[in-house]
């Protein structure tokens, strides 16, 4: 959770982990609480809040706003912007989170003063938030820039989204762990980063392998 003022300044920040495989119930109870603590840090009531922006990992409908099926997500398969609002107690825009980083690059960042521009979220799954004429393209289903889902090998693993050899399977950060298991056992991301930061030669060149698959899907 980021507090924020009217003019971007964060005056708050809380946070916690979620175990996996958590339903959007529980998830919006720990948000909610999140929320009231956070505010109560910055010497706020609820009735301070506004609004709030709630960025999740998978495709989202806008009419209305439901979040789809998503490998990562799959306890949130359904939840309607009506269902976030009544348990966070205030109006709420939802969008992917690449998208909302290519908005935040858009804004503030690397994609100020372009029309057309790309943001590539490379983590637990592989996406893009894709801006066309200065606007945020998000597709009918709202699955444009979802190119962790693009085929690499059409004889590979199955992913979650049901298909052979996608993108995510080869180089988002599950499969990079998995690769470095045989040599460095169970890594944490936390691991991963340490044994880039060290240069492990394997490390390195798992990555890198990764992210010229990125690349070439990107292409």
């Not at 603590?37 to 609004?51: K, N, R, S």
């Not at 990562?72 to 269902?83: I, K, N, R, S």
């Not at 969008?95 to 690059?105: I, P, Q, S, V």
């Amino acid at each position: 959770v980021l507090l924020c003022d009217l003019a971007h300044d964060i005056i708050g920040s809380n946070e916690c982990d979620l175990p996996d495989g958590h339903t959007s119930v529980a998830g919006l109870v720990i948000a909610r609480r999140l929320i009231d603590e956070t505010l109560a840090g910055a010497g706020l009531g609820h009735d301070a809040l506004i609004g709030a922006g709630v960025s999740l990992p998978g495709p989202i409908r806008h009419h209305p706003d439901v979040v789809k099926l998503s490998g990562v997500l799959p306890g949130w398969h359904g939840v309607t912007g009506h269902d976030i609002e009544q348990a966070l107690g205030v109006p709420v825009s939802i969008d992917n989170d690449a998208n909302l980083a290519a908005l935040g690059e858009h804004v503030w960042g690397a994609g100020r003063g372009c029309d057309d521009c790309v943001t590539v979220k490379f983590h637990y799954g592989i996406g893009s938030g894709l801006f066309v004429n200065s606007t945020l393209v998000r597709g009918a289903a709202g699955g444009a820039g979802e190119m962790g889902h693009t085929i690499v090998d059409e004889r590979g693993a199955l992913g979650g989204g049901g298909k052979r050899g996608c993108l995510d399977t080869y180089a988002a950060i599950p499969a990079i762990l998995d690769a470095l298991e045989p040599r460095h056992g169970k890594l944490t991301l936390a691991g991963l980063m340490r044994l880039l930061a060290e240069r492990d030669p394997g490390t390195v060149r798992v990555v890198s392998d990764a992210a010229g698959l990125v690349g070439q899907q990107l292409a």
